[in-house]
Nanobody, 122 residues
Framework: QVQLVESGGGLVQAGGSLRLSCAAS????????MGWFRQAPGEERKWVAA????????FYADSVKGRFTISRDNAKNTVYLQMNSLKPEDTAVYFC???????????????WGQGTQVTVSS
């Protein structure tokens, strides 16, 4: 069992930056791949980024490639999402999730956090 808690969301102007954190409980965090997803009102949950168990491989949706960076610190049981050059279309609730592999399909993830709101003003 893994419990995930996101933090770091907030209101930022377009062009600004935020860093999201996802703290995990349990000693097996390092065995999981982690993903970040986002969901805007009235839309389905969409994959943003994923990272494998040791941080050696990272993957990004085209919409965030070059602007967002996913990373992890297994000693701190935490995964991060650094978001730069934010755009109003990045506004959404952001979720972290744990899975066996760094999938882009949200149905392949076993554990989810409660989400953190990111709002980008124009």
């Amino acid at each position: 069992q893994v419990q995930l808690v996101e933090s770091g969301g907030g209101l930022v102007q377009a062009g600004g930056s935020l860093r999201l954190s996802c703290a995990a409980s349990g000693r097996t965090f390092s065995s999981y791949a982690m993903g970040w997803f986002r969901q805007a009102p009235g839309e389905e949950r969409k994959w943003v980024a994923a990272i494998n168990w040791n941080g050696g491989s990272t993957f990004y949706a085209d919409s965030v490639k070059g602007r967002f960076t996913i990373s992890r610190d297994n000693a701190k049981n935490t995964v991060y999402l650094q978001m730069n050059s934010l755009k109003p279309e990045d506004t959404a609730v952001y979720f972290c999730a744990a899975s066996q592999m760094p999938y882009s399909n949200p149905t392949r993830y076993d554990y989810w956090g409660q989400g953190t709101q990111v709002t980008v003003s124009s």
